[in-house]
Nanobody, 126 residues
Framework: QVHLVESGGGLVQPGGSLELSCAAS????????MGWFRQAPGKERTFVAG????????FYVDSVKGRFTISRDNAKKTVSLQMNSLIPEDTAVYYC???????????????????WGQGTQVTVSS
């Protein structure tokens, strides 16, 4: 079991940048795949980005490729999401996720069943 706490959300203008962070506690962080999901008002929670346990593979939803970058630091038990060139459609609550499937990013993206953080609000608006 991994306990997750997100931070870094806020209000940003279109074209701006934000970096989200997720701090984890628990012994299984270093073997877990980590992901970021988001939920816009009135919509379902969807996958945004994932990184495997050893940080040598990443996976992104098409709409954020080239704009968002996921990274992790196993020594510090943190995972980050750098978001650049933000657009209003990126507005959502962003959730950190820890999956026991350390290498299977596609299954994590489609059927997440691990631990969740409480979420952090990102609003892109002028």
């Amino acid at each position: 079991q991994v306990h997750l706490v997100e931070s870094g959300g806020g209000l940003v203008q279109p074209g701006g940048s934000l970096e989200l962070s997720c701090a984890a506690s628990g012994s299984s962080f270093s073997t877990s795949a980590m992901g970021w999901f988001r939920q816009a008002p009135g919509k379902e929670r969807t996958f945004v980005a994932g990184i495997n346990w050893s940080a040598d593979r990443t996976f992104y939803v098409d709409s954020v490729k080239g704009r968002f970058t996921i990274s992790r630091d196993n020594a510090k038990k943190t995972v980050s999401l750098q978001m650049n060139s933000l657009i209003p459609e990126d507005t959502a609550v962003y959730y950190c996720h820890a999956s026991p499937l350390g290498d299977d990013l596609h299954t994590m993206a489609a059927e997440p069943f691990g631990s969740w953080g409480q979420g952090t609000q990102v609003t892109v608006s002028s």
